[in-house]
C-alpha cells in the first residue's frame, strides 16, 4: 500500500501541480504523458531524468546515439504522480495515449501486440529520476495469453522459450501485480523439475513448461479469485498501476530514507519491446559495469547468463559466469560489447552500469545508467578519468559523495590478521571491507536485533528487495547464490557495507534460523566473520585491521579539494591521540577539545569529586589544586600535536552530577576515599539531582556559581600555551565559554578569564600574546541578541546540537520513541539532529551571523556541534559564510570534500 502521508502531503500536491503545469505549456493543454523512442522517431532526451526517470532519459539518448536499444516508450514520472495524487486512478487519456504508442510500435518492428501471428511482447519497468537497483517491480514478456503462446512457439519454432516466456509473465504478473506470494509459484517449479529430474531450469522440458504454466495459472486463480488476464491492453494496463504503486512500496520508501532521497515526483514506466535472451545456447543476458564498482579499477566488470532473462542474473536466482569469459561463448558478441562499454564511458564521462541481451546472436542494450559505486571505487575513477582527460578536477569533485569517504577508512582483514584463523568456505567477494557479528535470518530480525544494540551479519539465500532495511542495518551481509551483479552486490557495493555472495556451500534455512556448511551448523547465537575483498566466511569474531590513512588518489582528491573550498574543517578532539588522527586526516585546527572528558580517569576522577564534595571556596580549590596539572599536561599535549594551528578549548559544561556516583556500594567507596560519611555523600547527590539537567545547573552556569573551576581552567590553558611556546611549539589556544544566553553573562566570564590569563602571564614573567575568547551560540536567546553577545566574543562557534534540542524541544536522548514516526509519517524529512534544520535552527544560525557581523564585523564564525560533518549541513553553513566546521577526526575527510563540493554549487 502506499503511504498516505506522502502522496496526500500538501507540499507533495504543489509539487505535482507546478510539474504538470510546467510539461503542459500553454494554457488549458493537456501535459504530454508518454514519450516515445526508437528508429522512426525519439521524443525524449538524456536532459529529461526529472520527467522520464534516468532509465526513460537514457534509453531516449542511447538510441539518439545509434546504439542497439529496443523501441518503446517512456511514461512520465509526474503520471505517476497524478496517479498518487488522484486516488490511485490511470489519469484521464493515460491509456489512449499507451495505446497509440503500442500502435507505433507494432509499425516499427511489424508485429502486433496481443496477436498469435507474429507476437510483438513488451516489458514494463520502472525507472525514477535517481537510481534505486531493485526497489519498484519489473514485469516481463507482457502481452502473452493462451492463444499468443501457441503463436509465439510457431512463430519461433521454438515452444520450449515460448512456454518458459510465458511461465515467467504468469509468475511475476501474479507476484507483482497481484500479490500472489512468489514463494508458491517457486514450490510449483520444484515440483516439476522434480518430476523431470532436473534442479536446473534450463534442463526442463517444453512439456514440463506446458505443464507449469498450467499450475502457475490454477495458483493465480486460487489466490487472486479469478483467471489469469488473457487481454494483454488489461495486462498493460495492471502492470503500468502496479509500477506506480511501488514507488511508494515499503521497499523504495524505505530505500529513499536510507539515501536521502527526496523532492521527486515519483517513477517513469518504460514499456519496451522484448529481447530474448532465453531462445536458446546462442541467447543470454547480463549486467556489467564499465569500471569495477568496488575498486574503480579500469577493468570490464560484470556477469552474464546463456539462455537466461534479465532478471535471473540480477535476482541472483542462478549464478553467472564472469564478463571476461564472454569471448569464449561469442567472440563477435563480446567485440560489439567492448565497444559499446567504450562509447557509453566517452558519452557520459562517467562509470556506467549497463543491461544488455543477446538474442539469437545479436546484442541489445536495455539500460545505462550512472553506475554505483563504493567511496574507494568513487574516488580511484574521479582521480583516474580527470588524469585520463574525461572530466576536470572539479567534476571529480563533484562526482564523489562526500559522505562515502568515511568507508576508506572502513576495517579490513591483513594476511596475518586470518593467520590459523579457519576459512568454513568461499564466495563471490561483492563488496570490500571486514565484518563480524552473530546470525540474523531476515531483514526483520537483522532490524530488531541491532536496535536492541546487537551486532549482526544477514544471512539469506537471496536478497531481494524487500531485505533492504535488514541489509543497512546489518554488520554486513553473506547470501549462498548470486554473483556480482546480484541485487545483495549492486546494494551493499554502493552503501560500503561489506558483502560476501554465492558461497554456494552454504546451506540456509531461515525457518529453523540455521546455516550449515561442511556438515556443522550455526545458529543464530553464533558468531561469523566475512572479508568482502576474499569472499571468505569464518568462524568467530576475527581481529580487523584499521585502513592506513590518506594516501594516493584518496590524497589527491582531498588536495583538489581544500584548493576550492572556502571553509576550513577543524576537528572536534579531546586528547592528544585523537589530535594527532585530526591532523592526519587534514584537520587545520581543533574546533572543539571538550575538557570535561579529561576528568574520567581514576586520579582525576577522585580529585573531581573532591571538589563537588567541599564544603566551600577554599576546599574546592584545594581539590582544583590537584587537577591542575592533569589539565595542563593534557593541553601540553593538545598544543604539541597541533603547533601552528587553533586549538578552541570549551571550559567546563556538563553539570556536576554526572561526576558522581549514584550507587549505593560506589558512593560508600567515595565516602571512604574522601574520608566523609556516607549520609553526606549522599546528601551531597541529592542536592545535585535536578528535574532537566540540561537545562540546569551547567555550561557557564557553574562558572557563576563556582568561578575558581573557570579559574583553575583558564590558568591550565594559559601555562600549559607558555611551557609550549618556551619550547619554540606555536600553541594556539582560544577559550570558548559554553551556554551563555545573555551577554551580561559571557561579559562577567570574560573579565574573569582575561585576569586569569593577565596574572599567569606576570607570574611567569612572559611577553603577552592572544588568546581569543569566544562563546558557543547553543541557546535561541543566544542567537536572536547575537549582536549584543557579539560585544563580549571574538568568535562565535555554533553548538547545534543544544541548539538543535532547544529550539525543537527534542531531548536528544530520547528522540528515539517518536522520530522514526515522524520520518516515516513525513512529519521530518530526517533525524535533525543528524542533519541541521535549516529553515527553523538554520533560521538561528543565519540570524546570528548576521547580527555579529554587525557588532563586530571580524567576529569569526564556526560551528562545532555533529552537523560538522554532515555534507548537507556544511553546504548550509557556507550559505551563512562560516570560517569553519568542526566535527569527528574520522569525518575531516568527509568535511573537506563536502567544503569543496558547497563552494563549488
Known amino acids: 500500500m502506499p503511504s498516505a502521508t506522502v502522496t496526500k502531503s500538501p507540499t507533495r500536491r504543489s509539487t505535482t501541480r507546478r510539474a504538470v503545469r510546467r510539461n503542459a505549456g500553454a494554457k488549458g493543454k493537456s501535459p504530454k504523458l508518454v514519450y516515445y523512442f526508437g528508429s522512426t522517431k525519439t521524443e525524449g532526451r538524456a536532459d529529461q531524468k526529472l520527467l522520464l526517470g534516468g532509465k526513460g532519459a537514457n534509453l531516449a539518448d542511447m538510441t539518439s546515439i545509434g546504439l542497439p536499444v529496443p523501441p518503446g516508450f517512456t511514461i512520465t514520472t509526474e503520471t505517476c504522480a497524478l496517479y ?12 489512449e495515449a499507451v495505446a497509440a504508442n503500442i500502435r507505433t510500435l507494432e509499425r516499427e518492428l511489424g508485429k502486433r501486440f496481443g496477436s498469435a ?3 510483438l511482447l513488451v516489458s514494463v519497468r520502472s525507472g525514477a529520476a535517481v537510481s534505486m537497483p531493485g526497489m519498484m517491480d519489473t514485469i516481463l514478456n507482457l502481452g502473452l495469453n493462451d492463444e499468443v503462446v501457441e503463436g509465439l512457439a510457431r512463430s519461433t519454432n521454438n515452444p520450449r522459450f515460448a512456454y518458459d516466456a510465458y511461465r515467467r509473465l504468469i509468475n511475476m504478473f501474479g507476484d507483482v501485480v497481484m500479490g500472489v506470494d512468489h514463494e508458491h509459484f517457486e514450490h510449483a517449479f520444484g515440483e516439476v523439475k522434480s518430476k523431470h529430474g532436473t534442479t536446473e531450469d534450463t534442463k526442463v522440458p517444453v512439456e514440463g513448461l506446458r505443464e507449469l504454466c498450467a499450475r502457475y495459472q490454477a495458483i493465480y486463480a486460487d489466490h487472486v479469485g479469478k483467471a489469469f488476464p488473457q487481454d494483454p491492453m488489461k495486462q498493460l494496463e495492471a502492470a503500468i498501476g502496479a509500477v506506480f504503486e511501488s514507488w511508494n512500496g515499503a521497499r523504495a520508501i524505505a530505500y529513499r530514507q536510507i539515501n536521502g532521497i527526496k523532492g521527486l515526483a515519483g517513477t517513469a514506466v518504460n514499456v519496451q519491446a522484448m529481447a530474448y535472451g532465453n531462445m536458446g545456447e546462442d541467447s543470454g543476458t547480463g549486467v556489467a559495469f564499465t569500471r569495477d564498482p568496488s575498486t574503480g579499477a579500469n577493468e570490464f566488470y560484470g556477469e552474464f547468463l546463456v539462455n537466461a532473462q534479465g532478471e535471473d542474473v540480477v535476482a541472483g536466482i542462478r549464478t553467472p559466469q564472469p564478463i571476461s569469459q564472454m569471448a569464449q561463448w561469442n567472440a563477435k558478441v563480446w567485440k560489439q560489447l567492448l565497444a559499446v562499454r567504450k562509447k557509453l564511458e566517452r558519452h557520459y564521462r562517467d562509470m556506467q552500469d549497463i543491461e544488455f541481451t543477446i538474442e539469437k546472436g545479436r546484442l541489445f542494450m536495455l539500460q545505462t545508467r550512472n553506475g554505483k559505486r563504493n567511496g574507494a571505487a568513487a574516488v580511484r575513477c574521479a582521480v583516474e578519468m580527470v588524469r585520463e582527460g574525461l572530466i576536470n578536477e572539479k567534476t571529480a569533485l563533484r562526482r564523489v559523495p562526500a559522505a562515502d569517504l568515511v568507508q576508506l577508512l572502513l576495517p579490513y582483514y591483513r594476511a596475518q590478521d586470518k593467520q590459523g584463523i579457519e576459512v568454513l568456505t568461499t564466495g563471490i567477494a561483492a563488496s570490500p571491507g571486514a565484518a563480524s557479528g552473530r546470525l540474523a535470518f531476515s531483514a526483520v530480525e537483522a532490524v ?7 551486532r549482526v551479519l544477514l544471512v539469506r539465500k537471496e536478497t531481494s528487495p524487500e531485505d533492504v532495511a535488514g541489509m543497512h542495518k546489518a554488520e554486513g551481509i ?17 552503501w560500503g557495507k561489506c558483502c560476501v555472495v554465492g558461497a554456494g556451500e552454504l546451506s540456509i534455512d531461515a525457518s529453523a534460523g540455521t546455516l550449515t556448511v561442511k556438515g556443522r551448523t550455526f545458529g543464530r547465537h553464533d ?3 566475512i572479508d568482502g575483498t576474499a569472499g571468505e566466511v569464518m568462524p568467530g569474531e576475527v581481529a580487523r585491521t584499521l585502513p592506513e590513512g590518506i594516501t594516493g588518489d584518496f590524497s589527491q582528491l582531498l588536495k583538489w579539494a581544500d584548493k576550492h573550498a572556502t571553509m576550513g574543517v577543524r576537528a572536534n578532539a579531546d586528547t592528544p591521540a585523537d589530535a594527532r588522527v585530526a591532523r592526519e586526516y587534514g584537520a587545520i585546527g581543533i574546533g572543539l577539545c571538550r575538557t570535561e572528558h579529561m576528568f574520567f580517569q581514576s586520579e582525576r576522577i577522585k580529585a573531581m569529586r573532591m571538589m563537588i564534595l567541599a564544603n566551600d571556596a577554599g576546599e574546592r580549590e584545594a581539590a582544583l589544586a590537584r587537577l591542575l596539572p592533569y589539565q595542563r599536561t593534557d593541553f601540553i599535549g593538545i598544543f604539541t600535536a597541533m603547533a601552528g ?9 556538563p553539570p556536576l552530577h554526572e561526576f ?3 550507587e549505593e556500594a560506589q558512593q560508600q567507596e567515595l565516602a571512604n576515599e574522601v574520608g566523609v560519611a556516607l549520609a553526606d555523600v549522599k546528601r551531597r547527590v541529592a542536592q545535585l539531582h535536578e528535574a532537566n539537567p540540561m537545562l540546569g545547573h551547567r555550561g557557564c552556569r557553574l562558572a557563576v556559581t563556582y568561578p575558581e573551576i573557570l579559574t583553575m581552567q583558564v590558568r591550565a590553558i594559559t601555562e600549559a600555551a607558555i611551557e609550549c611556546r618556551s619550547q619554540r611549539i606555536d600553541a594556539r589556544p582560544e577559550i570558548m565559554i559554553p551556554l551563555v544566553g545573555t551577554r551580561r553573562e559571557l561579559a562577567s566570564l570574560r573579565v574573569l578569564t582575561q585576569q586569569t590569563i593577565a596574572a599567569v602571564f606576570v607570574e611567569r614573567k612572559v611577553r603577552k600574546f592572544e588568546i581569543p575568547i569566544g562563546t558557543m551560540i547553543e541557546i535561541p536567546r543566544a542567537a536572536v541578541t547575537a549582536d549584543e553577545v557579539a560585544e563580549a566574543a571574538e568568535f562565535f562557534s555554533f553548538g547545534t546540537n543544544d541548539l538543535t534540542q532547544m529550539t525543537f524541544g527534542f531531548s536528544r536522548d530520547d528522540i528515539a520513541s517518536f522520530v522514526p514516526a515522524y ?6 524529512e530526517c533525524d535533525p539532529f543528524q542533519s541541521l534544520d535549516a529553515n527553523g535552527v538554520g533560521a538561528l544560525v543565519r540570524m546570528a551571523c548576521e547580527k555579529g557581523r554587525a557588532t563586530r564585523p571580524d567576529i569569526k564564525l564556526g560551528v562545532c556541534g555533529e552537523h560538522g560533518g554532515d555534507p548537507a549541513s556544511i553546504r548550509f553553513f557556507q550559505s551563512c559564510g562560516l570560517a569553519y566546521v568542526s566535527c569527528s577526526p574520522f569525518r575531516v575527510p568527509v568535511a573537506r570534500l563536502a567544503a569543496a563540493q558547497a563552494a563549488l554549487a
Open 84 to 95: 498518487a495524487s488522484g486516488k490511485r486512478k490511470l489519469p484521464k487519456g493515460l491509456m
Open 117 to 119: 501471428k507474429s507476437p
Open 448 to 454: 530488531e536485533r541491532t536496535n536492541a544494540g546487537e
Open 478 to 494: 553473506l547470501t549462498s547464490t548470486g554473483g556480482k551483479t546480484s541485487h545483495a552486490a549492486v546494494v551493499a557495493v554502493g
Open 527 to 529: 558468531t561469523l566473520s
Open 645 to 653: 594551528q587553533p586549538v578552541t578549548v570549551r571550559l567546563l559544561d
Open 660 to 662: 558522581v556516583p549514584h
Open 823 to 828: 520520518i516515516a509519517k513525513g512529519l521530518l
